[in-house]
Nanobody, 116 residues
């Protein structure tokens, strides 16, 4: 069974930084076969794409977050990170990790709250 576990969320002041982690486990899961991504869902809004990284570490960050958010992965540890800098109150959301390959898996999410 494949599991994605996000961590690193919490309360942060506006202008601060945060690093979210997503640990992937599963006996049959081949980390290097999956594109990893982060999504977020703010209260009352739909889930939206944040960033993705391919097995070859090609990255894409949604235009509105470029320059503040970056994504990285550690294939040796089956980890993917979301580096959040200069956070703003509008970044408040539940952040979800996704593994996308021949199947799509989601984590349970981690809450990020940015205070002004």
């Amino acid at each position: 069974q494949v599991q994605l576990a996000e961590s690193g969320g919490g309360l942060v002041q506006s202008g601060g930084s945060l690093r979210l982690s997503c640990a992937v486990s599963g006996r049959t899961f081949s980390f290097d076969d999956y594109v990893m991504a982060w999504f977020r869902q703010a209260p009352g809004k739909e889930r939206e794409f944040v960033a993705r990284i391919s097995p070859a570490s090609r990255t894409r960050v949604v235009d509105s977050l470029q320059g503040r958010f970056t994504i990285s992965r550690d294939s040796a540890k089956n980890l993917v990170y979301l580096h959040m800098n200069n956070v703003k109150p509008e970044d408040t959301a539940v952040y979800y990790c996704q593994a996308d390959g021949w199947r799509t898996y989601w984590g349970q999410g981690t809450q990020v709250t940015v205070s002004s």
